[in-house]
């Protein structure tokens, strides 16, 4: 009889027991676990297994007070996640994460670090430009500099209106900084051929980028950068050869742009994986059937769109094989430094100075250098000095110079090197017999440079 009513009360607790928790919904959820449904069983605690609830004589079931159940409360409900979706709670993210939260980590971001991050999302673009944010790194980076140097040199102000834009302020005065430490560079003339002798220097320390854009006729760009590039005395070649470009028939403009870093790092190293400033230094349209050959092999066919320009088409098919381009060094860095992307740099005309000597004379004293190269080598070079002509050689803009003298003896030079023009892409090489490309500069009785050139000669 004992036993058998034991039996019954336990029965009658553990039913009251679990329609209360259906109803009052007491069991504990946890974080990420599917939610319990009124059909799961529910589960007891490792320390409740196997024990049965002790009942006095005349107590019922009610009275039952069960072991390690939780105590509701209604702090603990308020603890709980409120996004629920099919059982399982949202995870946290980004977009979810606050304003202020966002902005604590932006003013411990560099410049650099800042541009990348703008380009994120349109709130991050928003919060990134922060004024407050921006003026503290601007704060921080002419801080950098000694007072003579930043007063004197660069003229930045430590503090500026209300209304002053920092980002724009702070981006500025790196372009400034950029550009003096590059003028600095470029002071030391070659004795040879009277232009700055460390362009190379320059343009490695400035880690400069070619960049090439061809344009569809529905404005599509295909962007490609440099494959390679050789420095010479006076030029400079850059070479496009790992080319997938569209069908040439669809194309419509060709534009080269020069890509300079803006922010540097504090061992003077540019910070290439950046923000860098773009400036366009050639566009043309592009027409190869308009342009005549003025070349070929057993593989391609040359044309040459611009000056310096060298288009290179398959034979078998017409496409585009590769593209160079020969550029003059004078004025080179700046052009790359001080161009923007939808203009190019334009040097200021050469004002030739006063000279009294002798007005009825013409042009004297003046001096020229020229050079024979392939891509990669230099055939020939040699200076010419004393160069004159009379009054009567100027007119409607030209003037008429003659380099090679038959009474002056030591302009006589020779090469035993083939005038040859290899070229390559990533899968064919060859060799074009015959041609060349000629690099000249014109200088002035001051040794100025006045004219430069450097085109394909046959």
Known sequence: MASSRHN???????????????????????????KR???????????????????????????????????????????QPKNISRGYY??????????????????????????TAACVCRQWLKLTADNLIWEKLFIQLTSRVKPDEQGQRLGTPLKGPPETKWKRECIHWCRK???????????KISPYTFMPANTEKALQK???????????????????????????PTTTT??????????????KHLSIFALSPIFFRKDGSADTANACQRSLLLQTQLNPSQHAIVECDDLVNLHVINQGLLLATWKDGGEIAFIS???????????????????????????????????????????????????????????????HCEKEDIGDGFVHLIPVRPDVV?????????????????????????????????????????????????
């Open 37 to 79: 449904t009124s059909n799961s069983p529910a589960r007891m605690s490792p320390s409740s297994k196997g024990q049965r609830p002790v009942v006095s004589p005349g107590q019922s079931a009610k009275d039952i007070k069960p072991r390690n159940v939780p105590v509701k409360s209604s702090s603990a409900k308020s603890l």
């Open 238 to 251: 850059i070479r496009w050869y790992s080319l997938e470009p569209p069908p040439i028939k669809s194309l």
């Open 206 to 232: 400035l880690c400069i980028k070619w960049q090439l854009v061809l344009t569809e006729s529905n404005k599509t760009e295909h962007i490609f950068q440099h494959s390679d590039v050789f420095c010479f």
């Open 325 to 387: 381009l020969c550029v003059h060094n004078h004025m080179l860095v700046q052009r790359c430094c001080l161009g923007t992307s939808s203009k190019e740099y334009i040097p200021p005309s050469l004002k030739p100075k006063f000279d009294d000597v002798d007005t009825q004379y013409g042009l004297h004293h003046f001096s020229c250098v020229i050079e024979l190269r392939n891509q990669r080598t230099v055939l020939w070079s040699q200076p010419f000095t004393n160069l």
């Open 410 to 458: 030591t302009d006589h030079t020779f090469t035993n090197k083939k005038l040859t023009l290899p070229w390559k892409t990533d899968v064919f090489k060859g060799i074009v017999q015959n041609l060349c490309i000629l690099d000249m500069t014109l200088l002035d009785e001051f040794k100025s440079p006045m004219w430069t050139v450097s085109e394909l000669q046959l």
């Open 90 to 115: 949202r995870k946290p993210t980004m977009e979810s994460m606050p304003e202020e939260l966002l902005m604590k980590i932006f003013q411990h971001m560099s410049a650099s670090e800042l541009l």
């Open 8 to 34: 019954d009360q336990l029965k009658s607790y553990l039913k009251s027991h679990k329609s209360g928790a259906k109803s009052n919904g007491d069991s504990p959820v946890r974080y990420g676990s599917p």
């Open 177 to 187: 900084r950029r550009n003096h430490k590059i003028t600095a560079l470029l002071k």
